[in-house]
């Protein structure tokens, strides 16, 4: 009798612990995505993962804290890793990347050399670096 029970008690505690963890890591999107709007970042491919599980013994009972990682962005096109701690439902820490302060941009680079001499780009008024495109001349052949 014992034999029959003990396996499918086993399996049906694995398979509670596997609903429980499944329920948390999506509790954990939530709270990502809330944090991602709350700071006007973009939660990248709308997942988390779990990058570290202990127990914290400093307060009675034990708790389990887990940390999850992620993917943000600021505008699209850079991806940086942002992380939360949850105790149970709860977030006791987040993580988020800094934003970058506005980098200065020289007015103009220096003449590039060669073997033919020196080459500077076209210059352009208004002070930016596009070069309008005109249209090429016909010639007769």
Not at 51 to 59: N, V
Not at 80 to 91: F, G, K, N, P
Request: proline residues 9%; charged residues 25%.
């Amino acid at each position: 009798m014992l034999e029959i029970w003990l396996p499918l008690f086993a399996i049906a505690g694995i398979a509670a612990w596997w609903y429980h963890a499944l329920r948390l890591r999506e509790r954990a999107v939530a709270h990502a995505r809330e944090l991602c709007e709350r700071h006007g970042l973009q939660l990248l491919d709308d997942s988390v993962a779990l990058h570290r599980l202990h127990i914290d013994w400093r307060y009675r009972p034990p708790r389990i804290t887990r940390e999850y990682r992620f993917d943000t962005s600021l505008g699209g096109n850079d991806r940086r890793t942002a992380s939360l701690m949850l105790q149970d439902d709860r977030v006791t820490s987040a993580r988020l990347p800094e934003r970058e302060p506005a980098t200065p941009v020289p007015d103009a680079a220096p003449p590039a050399t060669s073997a033919y001499g020196t080459w500077s780009p076209p210059t352009v008024p208004g002070g930016n670096n596009v070069v309008p495109i005109t249209r090429a001349r016909r010639t007769l052949h």
